[in-house]
């Protein structure tokens, strides 16, 4: 059963679609019209900026730690927690649960790629992804963490930070077997990950 319900993967495969799918937006929207070639520097580091792909970050798990995982999901000792960092770019935690149905949880960290980035050039691409990626998953703000948030149920759930020139995702799901009860806490979903990304914020 664990090698058939390898969620790690899954969510994985779905977090680099999401992304590919920004850079591909992001590229079609700039070939959409023959744009001046003579623009100031900030636009066009805005135009060119697609943020498709991960930033690699030496200590991508130490943003997010297993410690920080167990706290905020009650995990005693006796849960194995699987560790894994992906090319430097993707951290992920999974765990299981059985009881009258085996569940599986999965939570990645990862950065949008580049360096920091201004305001300007945040606020440009945030809403670039609203447009392309966000508005077909039931996107909603999230308060109080970072300079803004959002949450969205791509790939399960999947809260989105903005935060000092800085675009991380901190995704998090859960699959039950049988999968016809899936579950539907999502404020509960959405209270961790924040809770999360504001170990991450004061990593960074």
């Not at 100031?40 to 997010?64: H, M, T, V």
């Not at 959002?150 to 809260?159: A, E, F, H, K």
Request: charged share 30%; net charge positive; aromatic share 8%.
């Amino acid at each position: 059963m664990n090698r058939f319900f390898r969620l790690p993967k899954i969510t994985k495969l779905l977090l680099a679609v999401f992304l590919i799918n920004i850079g591909v937006s992001c590229k079609d929207e700039k070939a959409q019209k023959n744009q001046p070639k003579q623009l100031d520097q900030i636009d066009q580091l805005e135009n060119e900026e697609s943020f498709a792909g991960s930033s690699k970050r030496k200590n991508i798990c130490q943003l997010l730690t297993e410690t920080d995982i167990r706290t905020v999901f009650r995990l005693s000792d006796a849960v194995d927690i699987e560790e894994d960092e992906t090319r430097s770019a993707i951290c992920s935690y999974d765990w299981e649960a059985s009881g009258e149905k085996f569940m599986r949880y999965s939570v990645l960290l990862n950065f949008a790629r580049g360096k920091k980035r201004t305001n300007s050039q945040i606020d440009k691409a945030w809403e670039k992804q609203n447009k392309t990626v966000y508005e077909k998953h039931h996107q909603q703000k999230v308060p109080g963490v970072g300079d803004k948030a959002s949450w969205s149920d791509l790939g399960g759930g999947q809260l989105r930070v903005a935060n000092d020139g800085y675009i991380f995702y901190v995704s998090h799901s859960v699959m039950v077997m049988p999968g016809d009860d899936q579950p539907n806490d999502t404020q509960g979903m959405i209270d961790k990950t924040k809770t999360l990304a504001k170990h991450v914020i004061k990593r960074m």
